[in-house]
């Protein structure tokens, strides 16, 4: 196709229909070599060769038919390599997509993993603010419970002391009673000091009480008792000691040396048999001792 192309431009027919008629334009064959070295094709520039009948020689052929080659090789040795640049830009393009879909996949999972960790996020910061307010509502009930527990701590120590101070007044009444029944109640050890000093706080001590160790410390010995079958006589011939000619009645285990006197009851008369001790101290004094009416009186 080039040969053909080239041919016709080359050969006298052409130059003669590309030139100007010669009726019209009154010029010479130089002239016309002239113009058409200016207006040869982009083949014949390439090459070097005029279009004027004078330039053509059979024997450039084989040299131009060459170089023809040659630039048809190098055509297709850039064709080739435009092929093989072409399938690499195409095979760029391609991982570039694949990229931007990895790319996609890959932000769309990080936007779901911030989302889930803002919500975790949000849950933890949920669970600490229960957890702060639980921990101030518990703190609140311990306080509350303290402050319960001390309040009926110290009531429980008033309601103690107040018993206390029951306690020494019923002793110092039933000492008051023994007194008045002219019954001497002495220490253990033999101390004149029979008197309730020596009792001891219920706080130091709060498994013993003092009126208990004070009934348990008295020697059954020592105490003087008025017989039932002494006769009447009055207040002023009272003495600390018994006379001589009563007998002593021993008492029985458990028991106490004296007698309960009611009302209607003659004192030296024949009374009611000995009673047994309380079991504790509280039951003591929840008994009734009642003072013995004089009934010479009535």
């Known amino acids: 196709m080039l040969r053909g192309l080239m041919e016709r431009a080359w050969s006298p027919v052409g130059a003669a229909r590309r030139a100007p008629p010669p009726d ?3 010029i010479g064959a130089s002239h016309l070599a002239y113009v058409r070295y200016f207006h040869r094709t982009p083949i014949e520039a390439d090459f070097g060769l005029l279009p ?42 391609q991982r570039c997509a694949e990229r931007d879909v990895q790319d996609h996949e ?30 101030e509502v518990l703190e609140e009930g311990m306080m509350r419970l303290f402050k319960e527990k001390r309040e009926k701590d110290q009531g429980y120590r ?16 039933i000492e008051q009673l023994l007194r008045r029944f002219d019954i001497a109640v002495l220490p253990a050890d033999g101390s004149s000091n029979t008197g309730l000093a020596n009792i001891s706080n219920p706080f130091t001590n709060s498994l013993a009480s003092p009126t208990l160790q004070s009934f348990e ?3 059954k010995e020592s105490v003087s008792l008025t017989p039932l079958d002494t006769p009447k006589r009055p207040s002023s011939s009272l003495s600390s000691s ?23 009851v003659v004192w030296g008369s024949e009374g009611k048999p000995p009673i047994k001790p309380p079991a504790s101290f509280a039951e003591f004094c929840e008994s009734k001792v009642a003072i013995p009416a004089d009934p010479l009186r009535t």
């Open 24 to 26: 019209k334009f009154a």
């Open 52 to 93: 004027d009948t004078h330039s053509w020689r059979r024997k450039d052929l084989p040299t131009v038919m060459e170089k023809l080659r040659q630039t048809h090789t190098n055509i297709s040795d850039l064709f080739s390599r435009l092929a093989v640049e072409k399938a690499s830009l195409d095979s760029a393009l």
């Open 106 to 135: 890959l932000l769309s999972a990080v936007s779901d993993f911030a989302e889930r960790q803002r919500r975790v996020e949000d849950d933890v910061r949920g669970l600490l603010d229960r957890q702060s307010e639980s921990d």
């Open 158 to 173: 008033r309601e103690i002391e107040g018993l206390f101070e029951e306690s020494v007044r019923g002793a110092q009444e």
């Open 217 to 219: 410390s008295v020697d």
């Open 242 to 264: 018994p006379p001589p000619d009563i007998p002593e009645t021993k008492p029985e285990p458990q028991e106490w040396d004296f007698f309960d006197y009611e009302e209607g």
